[in-house]
């Protein structure tokens, strides 16, 4: 924490400097999407936006999980759960904290298409990092641009192909059992470009009975129609069967063998299988220099079968939903955007129209997890069915924004509508289980504006301020107090957001961006009730998310470069709510102070690099610092996870023999073999709030490509 601190001071001395910097300092020419509709440079937004180049995703890395490069980006929380059953945990600003499994609160995108649904339940298990041009990080009130649950927004874009046709292939092994294969095709073919990928991921896992299998293919073409237009398909799919799931750790069981699976996953054999796939199409048109338009449409279906550890009397009464949840979503949606480039006040001017459409359904089933009684009786196997019912959660936005810049001066206003709206459809309807038919629906209007003022050619002052809102998920619906059915009682949450920073070129080598933020919500998501090995939400009162975040890169001396990503970020309640304790509960009765921490969110997280690079042999080097603060459990902050400051060292070499480039690599990360939790499971109701981290492990791999 003071490391942090004293890091955020200096950052704030070094932009106040920066004023004083020549006009021959540059950025960079860096281009990034921190808008729909609209490609600006990073340096020029009137927000926090970073970029991180498909070098650095795969430079002596997996190459599999997001959180091994996100940790670059201030403001920005990824965390490994060591669990593929469950994936990262991410968190932008404090948004997406609570998440049990997979990503909410957040937008993400591959290649402009929607990786979250309308609800705002997120998936990042089908990102391709190996065949990545770029991930773009967004945060701050110009994410309430994207719509529901934009706490933040990552988008990851796929390279294109060519001019030249080059052929790759590479493998990484390393601890645990970690192998990792893939191949990759790229090219040009007259005015045809291409990038083909294939993945196949297997680990035994860290702990006991975490086992992963995943295979992944992803693919971008791109016709070149003509200087006007462009067509681009987008495809990907990704199968993981049978992904074991070791659940968290009580605290006596993380202090007692970090690598142990709860008994209750061994006792049902806890796991998930996910197949997925999905494909998109984006045309892009410019009719004159004033006016151009943009369509994409996506379709996609992602089947879900997920073992869960529900005492086998707790699914006795014919209200209880099972221990295996089915699901088998399609969605699809369209996105159209009209460009106007003119001119106001002898000034540039751009104003984005937009419409857009989504739509998923979903079949979602629940099945006991067991068959059979007494010494016959099996467990963690599918059993009776005990849920069937049709869902569907349509969104339809519209927006509007403008980009206006002069000289000193830019402007950035916004303005989105959206209406999310849920119907269920109950088809398991028994003695006590009624009908639990229902729907819902939810609207926002959210206006965002921005001011940069160019201080000096290498010194932008930016302010910002906006809206947002989040509407349950329908993992969040699925469950309401005192039986079976959507809760439709749930109301969505409102955020109202400002930031102010400064982006500034130090030097032609060193580049710094820092900000100060505030978030306040009301209507806040939060645990209600924990009963049947299932979770009941409702809406708090208000919470305050406030902080301060930097990003010092540049190089020095012959070779030498440095990174360093800081953040302070406290979150909390700001009234007095209550909810459960142990289960069972049905009655909330534990009160949450005003001014308790909001679990999952560390108020310090910082990330340090200093690397080496010796062209002549091919050779780089690096050692990373991760430091990230202690982390609440829950609500009521009785426990919390420590803090941890972590080692990793890496080291790769390059030969260029003819038309072939060979890589190879070798890292170790957990230098000092420290004993952490790597994540937490957000008001776990049976306390298994900890994720283990691993201790010290390696990895190494080998890349060759070959250019026709």
């Known amino acids: 924490m003071r490391t942090a601190a004293i890091t955020a001071a200096a950052a704030c001395i070094a932009v106040h400097a920066a004023a004083q910097v020549p006009a021959e300092g540059t950025l960079g020419p860096v281009v990034v999407t921190p808008l729909p509709g609209v490609a600006q440079s990073a340096f020029d937004t009137p927000a926090s936006v970073d970029v991180i180049g498909g070098d650095a995703l795969r430079n002596s890395q997996l190459g599999i999980n997001l959180s091994e490069s996100l940790v670059r980006v201030p403001g920005l929380t990824a965390l490994n759960r060591q669990n593929y059953a469950q994936d990262i945990q991410i968190s932008s600003r404090g948004y997406g904290a609570r998440a049990t499994f997979g990503v909410r609160g957040l937008r993400l995108y591959t290649d402009g298409i929607p990786a979250t649904a309308p609800d705002g339940q997120s998936q990042v298990s089908h990102f391709d990092l190996l065949s990545a041009d770029r991930i773009e990080v967004l945060r701050g009130p110009f994410s309430a641009l994207y719509g529901n649950s934009s706490g933040g927004v990552i988008s990851i874009f796929t390279a294109d192909g060519g001019p030249d046709t080059v052929a790759e292939a590479a493998t990484a092994f390393g601890s645990f059992g970690t192998r990792r294969h893939n191949v990759k095709l790229s090219g040009q073919e007259g005015v045809v470009q291409y990038n083909l990928s294939a993945t196949r991921f297997d680990t035994d896992g860290f702990r006991e009975h975490s086992a992963a299998r995943r295979t992944g293919l992803n693919g971008k073409v791109r016709y070149n129609v003509s200087e006007d237009t462009r067509v681009s398909l987008i495809l990907n799919a990704v199968d993981m069967p049978d992904t074991q799931d070791p659940l968290g750790l009580t605290r006596a069981e993380f202090d007692a063998d970090p690598r142990q699976a709860s008994p209750a996953a061994l006792l049902f054999n806890t796991r998930k299988s996910v197949d997925q796939k999905q494909a998109g199409v984006i045309l892009e048109h410019r009719l004159d220099a004033v006016h151009s338009f943009k369509l994409t449409g996506w379709t996609g279906n992602r089947a879900t079968e997920q073992f869960q550890a529900i005492p086998v009397a707790t699914q006795a009464p014919i209200t209880q939903p099972g221990g295996v949840i ?11 955007q009209w460009v106007v480039r003119t001119r106001a006040f002898d000034s540039p001017l751009a104003i984005t129209f937009g419409l857009t459409a989504d739509r998923l359904s979903e079949e979602r089933r629940g099945f006991q997890n067991f068959v059979g009684t007494g010494a016959t009786q099996v467990l963690g196997v599918l059993g009776a069915l005990r849920r069937d019912e049709d869902n569907r959660v349509r969104s339809f936005d519209q927006y509007v924004q403008g980009v206006w810049s002069s000289q000193r001066w830019s402007l950035t206003a916004g303005l989105r509508h959206s209406q999310v709206r849920f119907a269920s459809e109950d088809r398991f309807i028994a003695g006590a289980n009624g009908d639990d038919s229902g729907s819902a629906r939810f609207s926002a209007t959210t206006p965002v504006l921005g001011v940069v003022w160019h201080a000096a050619e290498s010194l ?45 070129a130090l030097s032609q080598d060193w580049n710094l961006n820092a900000a100060l933020f505030q978030a306040r919500t009301t209507d806040e998501l939060v645990v209600l009730t924990n009963s049947g090995g299932r979770s009941t939400f409702q809406n708090a009162g208000r919470t305050e998310r406030r902080g301060f975040e930097a990003l010092l890169a540049g190089r020095f001396g012959q070779g030498w470069s440095a990174t360093l990503a800081a953040t302070l970020l406290r979150a ?71 803090a941890a400051t972590t080692l990793a060292v890496r080291a790769s070499l390059q030969q260029v023999l003819g038309r072939w480039t060979v890589r190879e690599f070798v890292r170790v990360d957990n230098l000092t073999d420290r004993r952490y939790a790597g994540s937490v499971i957000v008001n776990e109701g049976n306390g298994r709030f900890f994720e283990p981290a691993p201790g010290r492990h390696w990895l190494a791999g080998v890349n060759a490509a070959y250019t026709f």
């Open 326 to 336: 089915d699901l088998e979503r399609r969605y699809h949606g369209a996105d159209a």
């Open 460 to 504: 932008n002052l930016y302010a910002s301020a906006g809206r947002g809102f989040e509407t349950p998920t329908f993992n969040e619906l699925a469950n309401r107090p005192g039986g079976p059915g959507l809760n439709f009682d749930l109301r969505s949450a409102e955020s109202r957001q400002w930031e102010i920073g400064a982006k500034a």
């Open 572 to 642: 909390q309640y700001d009234s007095t709510f209550t909810t459960c304790g142990a289960p069972p509960c049905t009655v909330p009765t534990v009160v949450v102070a005003a001014g308790n921490r909001i679990p999952g969110i560390p108020r310090a997280m910082l990330f340090g690099e200093v690397a080496w690079e010796h062209r002549p042999w091919g050779l780089q080097t690096a050692l990373e610092l991760r430091h990230t603060g202690r982390i609440a459990v829950n609500d009521t902050n009785t426990d919390f996870a420590p």
